[in-house]
């Protein structure tokens, strides 16, 4: 469930699961002293289950506001009403003086037939790459008719069109298209609109849509497109649903919105959502147990930038592995909370684990590169990122297909990984580290076997994988030793007669473990198995 | 393992520290398991060692427990993340000639980091 460890607020075990989250947006609001909430808890019959937190919610919402420091608890509860902050005046500040309106309709129920055909017809033109420069407008009209029928997605890809254009996540056809790396696609900052994003991702937001979060809060913290929080606005041109554009005009003022939709749209999304971590950092990784200090805001007067924070606490909540990352950097540096390593550290090996994921995703190892822009390079920033464009590249590709081994192993690696502005292509950079392997390269056979191995730009073939990496390593590869103790290791790829053919070229009593680890272990300078592969190597 | 000792590569240094972690084929050693981690990932930036190593290090697994040592592995990891991607985003966007989407772009990935961070990523 959502949060297994023990609460910070009420610091017992029964607070796990998706009360914790309720608790844990209480503490972010902070708006209510623990007795406040004490004693809602004991007087509801709130239990595990999740779709109690939609309720719960609500009923928290409508308690009238309380003073968060009438006691020693609630200072701590407190994130917003820190006594070094100025206490009272900061609530008073950031508290809500009018109830806010309750979301009363279900996004559940708001999507019709219409949208689905329409994000179905949008996300095929996404998909088949076709067409970008007469298209892009037909696309944005598609999602627009699907967010007016109540779709979350088609408002959520309508906003991030409108903020990153092509850019966006969602609307990349592709990695592995070429089509997308070349200059030739048209400037769409004609239809470029943030504050209409802006509104867009608010909408998606009350609809339950998590992929919302992470964007509003760029515009947030950047200010882009953000609108002055107490004026009034239309929303005459955004593709809302009636009844989500109604919710959204029934505030006095945007932060009131805001505070509303963050709750509801939270509490909407957990319903639909759970994560399996647990997302926010439990006391027992505090000193001295001063955890809750530490949700403190560092500022008392930056309203956009707590509702940020806010969201990037909520984004935890619900599993988005950026939100973490970014709450992680926050809490090392003091960045609109209180600085504090422990907490930082915390966050961090939550995300850490998801990029460990991303890491080991078939196909999909990041790369690196020193892409940063700065002055002195501003007149060279094209060069070593114009991928197939680049003279030194074709260059390194003609003497590649003349057989060149160095050319044909570096053709390999910037194919399999979509290096310099080349496209990530692996069936291609297997074929390039098959040519160099066969050219007798323990690079390329090393490469090449590693390909194999795991099926990555083609079949899997362990037979020849090992065959590849025995080749090299008589010719002394570290790596391809390594790749051999590997397989030995999870040997179940490996059957019978493969194993005793590799024993029979190394040695009578090869012991795969023994050679694995024992070599490095083994203190007997005399060992035989460590001779003989201090030879190979 | 022989490739291991000689310190030429990460994959080999993590395997062994991997083996001795989980004691599959040699007695559990927390403390050299650790040692191991730490060299492939400061020698040669190894991934899944920077990872292990920065949870062992909060977790006080084979050593000292501290928060402050494993952030800096910790963070080395998780910039790693699919989000890593606004960055090269970014770059493409620029490179396009579409500034205004590019920085978006670019101030979406700063919320991770200091962007230029990346420039030496897991050399740490």
């Known amino acids: 469930m959502l949060n297994s460890g023990s609460l910070h607020l009420l610091h017992e075990d029964s607070h796990s699961g998706p009360m914790a989250l309720v608790y844990d947006i209480i503490v972010w609001e902070g708006l209510l002293a623990t007795r406040d909430i004490a004693a809602l808890v004991i007087s509801s019959s709130w239990t595990r289950d999740v779709s109690g937190v939609d309720l719960a919610l609500q009923l928290l919402y409508k308690t009238p506001l309380m003073s968060a420091i009438d006691s020693d608890r609630g200072k701590q509860a407190s994130m917003f009403c820190d006594e070094e902050d100025g206490g009272v005046s900061v609530c008073e500040t950031l508290g809500r003086s009018e109830p806010l309106t309750t979301r009363v309709f279900n996004p559940a129920d708001l999507e019709d037939p219409v949208s689905v055909a329409s994000l179905k017809a949008a996300n095929e033109r996404v998909l088949n790459c076709t067409g970008y420069t007469a298209d892009y407008g037909v696309k944005l009209g598609l999602y627009a008719e699907a967010a007016e029928h109540g779709s979350p997605e088609g408002l959520l890809l309508w906003s991030l069109l409108k903020i990153y254009g092509h850019e966006s996540a969602s609307s990349l056809c592709s990695f592995k298209s070429s089509a997308l790396r070349t200059s030739t696609l048209p400037s769409t900052v004609a239809f470029h609109d943030q504050r209409q994003g802006f509104f867009g991702l608010v909408g998606s937001l009350v609809l339950g849509n998590t992929g919302a979060i992470m964007p509003l809060v760029n515009l947030l913290l950047s200010g882009v497109g953000v609108p002055p929080m107490n004026e009034t606005y239309t929303l005459d041109d955004i593709p809302l649903h009636s009844e989500v554009r109604a919710y959204l005009l029934s505030s006095s003022s945007l932060l009131n919105t805001l505070r509303g939709v963050i709750v509801d749209g939270v509490a909407t999304c957990s319903s639909a959502l759970v994560s399996s971590e647990s997302a926010l950092c439990p006391l027992d990784y505090t000193v001295g147990g001063v955890g809750l200090r530490n949700y403190s805001r560092a500022s008392p007067r930056d309203v956009i930038t707590d509702l940020a924070i806010g969201l990037l606490y909520a984004a935890s909540l619900l599993g988005v592995s950026e939100a973490k990352a970014a709450l992680s950097y926050r809490f090392e540096v003091g960045r609109g909370v209180i600085r504090d390593e422990e907490t930082a550290a915390w966050y961090g090996l939550l995300s850490a684990k998801r990029a460990s994921v991303d890491y080991h995703a078939l196909g999909g190892e990041p790369i690196v590169e020193a892409d940063r822009l700065n002055d002195d390079t501003e007149d060279k920033v094209h060069r070593g990122n114009m991928g197939s464009d680049d003279a030194l590249i074709q260059m390194q590709l003609i003497r590649a297909r003349e057989g060149h081994v160095p050319s044909l192993v570096a053709m390999g690696d910037l194919y399999y990984y979509g290096a310099r502005g080349m496209p990530r292509d692996q069936a291609r950079a297997r074929d390039f580290f098959m040519q160099a392997a066969e050219r007798g390269s323990s690079e390329g056979q090393c490469g090449a076997a590693g390909m194999l191995l795991k099926g990555e730009g083609g079949d899997r073939n362990v037979s020849r994988a090992v065959l590849l990496y025995e080749e090299a390593a008589s010719n002394g590869s570290i790596r391809a030793l390594n790749g051999l103790g590997y397989m030995f290791f999870f040997g179940k790829d490996l059957d019978k007669n493969e194993v005793s053919a590799i024993i029979r070229t190394y040695g009578p009593s090869w012991d795969p473990i023994t050679v694995v680890l024992g070599c490095m272990l083994c203190t007997h300078s005399q060992c035989r198995y460590r001779q003989k592969l201090s030879s190979i190597s | ?124």
Not at chain 2, 20 to 28: E, F, M, S, T, W
Not at chain 2, 44 to 49: L, V
Not at chain 2, 91 to 114: F, P, V
């Open chain 2, 1 to 124: 393992m022989i490739a291991a000792e000689s310190q030429r590569d990460g994959d080999s240094l993590f395997n062994a520290g991997y083996c001795l972690l989980h004691g599959r084929g040699v007695p559990q050693n927390y403390r050299f398991a650790r040692e191991l981690f730490s060299i492939a990932a400061n020698k040669f930036g190894h991934f899944d060692s920077v990872f292990t190593l920065g949870s062992m290090m909060i977790e006080g697994t084979g050593g000292l427990r501290s928060a402050t040592s494993s952030l800096r592995y910790l963070k080395a990891a998780y910039s790693i993340g699919s989000y890593h991607a606004w960055i090269r985003r970014g770059l493409d966007a620029y490179l396009n000639g579409h500034y205004e989407k590019s920085a978006m772009c670019y101030l979406r990935a700063s919320e991770i980091g200091d962007a230029s961070r990346y420039h030496h990523d897991m050399h740490l």
